[in-house]
């Protein structure tokens, strides 16, 4: 009989234990949010760890998406990709 071993990791971010048996937030990861308008549906986008854009896709059919993150910046959070 095999076992089984799962082909991915589970990765809880943002959480640390506080000893006491209940986890609090640690530093969060920058994100903004994106309507992808290809299949209707919204995905957090997160920070890539140099700081410099934004990256994700579309959890439908996988268009991918980067948001460049420039001098001036914006306060808007959320955004359309068409």
């Known amino acids: 009989m095999a076992s089984y071993e799962p082909d991915y990791t589970l990765d809880i971010d943002g959480l640390e234990d506080t000893g006491n048996g209940v986890a609090a937030p640690s530093q969060r990861r920058r994100w903004v949010g994106v309507r992808f ?40 959070r959320f955004f359309s990709a068409q």
């Open 37 to 76: 308008d290809c299949c209707g549906v919204y995905q957090r986008l997160y920070r890539t760890k140099d700081g410099r854009l934004y990256r994700g896709h579309c959890p439908r059919c996988l268009r991918t998406v980067r948001i460049r993150v420039g001098p001036g910046g914006t306060s808007n």
